[in-house]
């Protein structure tokens, strides 16, 4: 799955991307092993992810030129280990011209078709070997825009740039094995014009100043999902909080400056009334970041979501840090899953309402069920919605009415068990849904299959439950 990349309806963005190319010594002897598979697999996208690696780190050194070049210079380090003999292996890479790769320090030769770069080291890497690959790339990345999924990944904004990457975007900006099933460490320098800020995933380090640039360092200490890295780079209004141990960082574009303390409010009331809901936060820091780009929805990444083009409320703040646990901590396998954490986003709004004692997840529940059988709140069925389909309101919303009638099935007690649990059992880690109906099953002493079929995979309004 190599070729075909873009499909119908997408176009990306290919800016400064360099053709087909061989680099550096050319070999006689071809390497011994197999070559790494193009992609993982994933029902939705065909060439995301790669086989025969596993990355355990991503250090990404990133210099931006500025909002009027729009450019960049990267270096990034990636450090994997591979799980077969592998003569080349693939990355995920949309971005700018390739100027070098070396793999152990020797250079590689390398070539690009659509997002796969492939790149074959000196000599081959034996199975199990630790290898570290280092990327260097310049030039202007830009966004993926497509008719279902709306504009994503790397995306400028008026004084920068923002980078929000769900569900394939994250190569737009970095070369990456591109799937949630491959969750690495991050660590990040980046440097900036002076006048502006740069933030990204979790805890920051030292900012230096040098000359007209200034270097901020963030790092991701917990496995994240590639979707899940961002970076924001332009002005912001910063503010520093703690909610229990736990360090808050919020960044509010200046657009949106009377934004700035809500934010940071509701973060820390949604992340402590969670932190009791769902169990123990699962990461470091917390925080959130408002942009300008608009583009009207939020992501949630890791430990500091994104909200692109609007000042949020309390359900959207609610829903973002929700993901923290269900989605960020405990991630998907392969995409079609994805109600795992859209259904249970959108339930933890539900919950918040009913927090408020006014109303409550099951009159939400009710309200949505008197709709008609046609709605598209009930279609198409959210256990595999297809890709065009990922964000579409029935993975929202009857994603969440499958907890409720979950509820309803197992009681209070089993259900919120159910919910902790998952969360601890699997933090850190990757999820299907057969394991949460697994799960579901062995904390309920309940027999699950018929609920989840009907709410997950049947077509129009499951009966009631
Ligand atoms: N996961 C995000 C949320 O919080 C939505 C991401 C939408 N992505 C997109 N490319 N439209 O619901
Ligand atoms: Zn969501």
């Not at 942009?291 to 990444?301: G, I, M, N, Q, S």
């Amino acid at each position: 799955a190599t070729t075909g990349e873009t499909p119908p309806g997408q176009s990306t963005a290919l800016d400064g991307c360099d053709p087909p190319t061989t680099k550096a010594p050319v070999k006689t002897t071809p390497n011994a092993g197999k070559p790494g598979a193009p992609g993982v697999g994933d029902p939705y996208f065909a060439n995301a992810g790669n086989g025969g690696y596993d990355v355990g780190h991503y250090d990404i050194a990133l210099a931006y030129a500025g909002r009027s070049k729009g450019t960049v210079d990267a270096t990034v380090t990636i450090t994997a280990k591979a799980t077969q003999q592998l003569s080349r292996f693939n990355l995920d890479f949309r971005g700018p011209k390739v100027t070098r790769i070396t793999v152990d320090g020797e250079p590689a030769t390398y070539g690009r078709k659509g997002q796969e770069l492939t790149v074959t080291p000196a000599t081959s890497l034996p199975a199990g070997a630790t290898f570290t690959t280092v990327v260097t790339y310049a030039g202007k990345p830009g966004p993926v825009r497509n008719n279902s999924l709306g504009t994503y990944g790397w995306v400028p904004s008026k004084d920068g740039a923002v980078v929000v990457a769900e569900p394939d975007g994250a190569p737009t900006w970095l070369p990456v094995n591109d799937h949630p099933s491959d969750k690495a460490t991050y660590s990040y320098r980046l440097t900036v014009p002076s006048d502006l800020q740069a933030l990204a995933n979790g805890t920051p380090g030292p900012t230096t100043k040098q000359g007209k640039t200034t270097t901020y360092q963030w790092s991701e200490e917990s496995p994240m999902a590639p979707y899940l890295a961002t970076v924001a780079i332009g002005k912001f209004d910063v503010r520093r909080g703690k909610v229990g141990n736990i360090p808050v960082i919020t960044a509010v574009d200046p657009r949106f400056k009377k934004s700035a303390a809500a934010l940071q409010k509701t973060t820390i009331k949604a992340v402590a009334w969670e932190s009791k809901m769902f169990g123990p936060y699962p990461f470091a820091t917390t925080g959130g970041i408002v942009d300008d780009p608009k583009l009207d929805y939020a992501l949630e990444t890791q430990e500091r979501p994104v909200y692109a083009g609007f000042a949020p409320d309390d359900d959207f703040i609610v829903h973002e840090l929700a993901h923290q646990w269900f989605g960020d901590s405990v991630s998907l396998k392969s995409w079609p899953d994805i109600w795992l954490n859209e259904g249970f986003a959108t339930y933890a709004e539900w919950l918040w309402h009913e927090r408020g004692k006014k109303d409550s997840a099951k009159k939400i529940y009710k309200r949505y069920y008197r709709q008609p059988s046609a709605s598209p709140i009930f279609n198409p069925p959210p256990g595999k919605p297809g890709r065009a389909d990922l964000f579409s309101f029935s993975v929202y919303i009857r994603g969440a009415m499958c907890l409720q009638a979950l509820r309803t099935k197992v009681g209070d007690k089993a259900f919120f068990q159910i919910l902790k649990t998952w969360a601890s059992s699997r933090r850190n880690g990757n999820a299907a849904t057969p394991d949460f109906i697994a799960h579901a099953e062995k904390i309920s002493h309940k027999q699950l299959d018929g609920l989840f079929k009907a709410w997950l995979y049947s077509k129009g309004k499951p009966k009631k439950w």
